[in-house]
């Protein structure tokens, strides 16, 4: 594990606040690309449906396949450094789409994005762990992973801003300028040093990451995220279903509760066992999609967007919590990529799942089914924090 520069329990260092920093401007950069890439190929490149689909998830498929080497990475070298090298990269990919004026050019970039997405990510995640106290590691992502709402929050509307001021150019060097400013406050941080941990030789760095003891928290955490993504990606079309002029309020309703919640519930999974918060909460994010799913009007969907927000804002914390606990200090890199990919599967699983079964069993049974899904979540969150139990006492 990397070594804790403080060592007095305080939370809100110059450094951590600085990577906060750091972290939104990099997701900010990020959000500008997620309306402007696909207008620029179908409108400027001419690319149908599909191969705007292609070139706008070839980013998230790089960013997965690469994160495992990037946790291995972070076991070994210095957390600033891997921060400064996805963020360089980012910022100079960012520039490249100037000169682009074929869409293979575009695919080649994307999948340069996505390698600077994991090695940034990654190596910043790590470095949260490291700068936090052992007992304070939930409070910090809580407090730090807002960095990441509002930037791929706000990162969309500055893309557009942009657009509309100054065109695509506009828009790319927008995001090369975000990306730079990450990357200069990235390397303002204090250096780093991974540490072999228990074996002094650093054998234990080349042992695999014992997978099985990640495999029912981090299905847990999936389950949780399918219910959430497919909330955002599906809620808008349901609103209207149900009678209501859009979305808008319940997404602010929603988005309210995950940053009110992230502020003022930010210790809970410190406090308590990090394993039966992730479950109270999963049954939270159940209930509330069961409302929704039931819901005979549009108002009922406020309610079950606040037990759905509660049940998130709480989740992502003391999950990463769980699989903190259920590595070696030695492999927070591996640990954070671990769970970096669970994110990624989530969020892609939790829109493909709702979109199947909306055309058979219409909206009201997708949500339902997602419902059922976090709940199963809970149930393996349970069990593994019994199984924990009988490991501690045996």
Known sequence: MVTHPAGDGRLLTPAFLLLTVSELAYFTALGVFIPVVPLYAGEELGADAGRVGL?????????????PLAGRAADRLDLRRLMQVGGALFALVAAAHLVVDDYGALLGLRVLLGAAEAVYFVGGITLLAALAPAERVGEALSYNSLGLYLGIAVGPAVGEQLLRVGGYPAAWT??????????????????????????????DLAAPLAVGRLLAPGAAFVCGLVGAAGFLAFVAIYARELGLGGAGG?????GAVVVASRLALARIADRWSAELVAAWSLLLAATG??????????????PGAVLL???????????????LDRVPASRGGSAAAAFSIMVDIGLGLGPLLLGGLAGPAGLGGAFAAAAVVVAVGAGLMLLTRARSGRLRTA
């Open 55 to 67: 070139v706008v998830g070839a980013f998230s498929i790089s960013a997965l396949l690469l994160r």
């Open 174 to 203: 927008g995001a090369a300028a975000l990306g730079g400013l990450a990357t200069a406050l990235a390397s303002s941080l204090p250096r780093r040093v991974v540490l072999a941990g228990p074996a002094e030789d650093g054998s």
């Open 250 to 254: 319940v997404l602010a309703a929603y």
């Open 289 to 302: 999609l069961a409302v929704m799913a039931g819901a005979p009007s549009g108002g009922w969907l406020y």
């Open 309 to 323: 927000g509660l049940g998130v804002s709480l989740l992502t914390p003391a999950a990463y919590r769980v699989v």
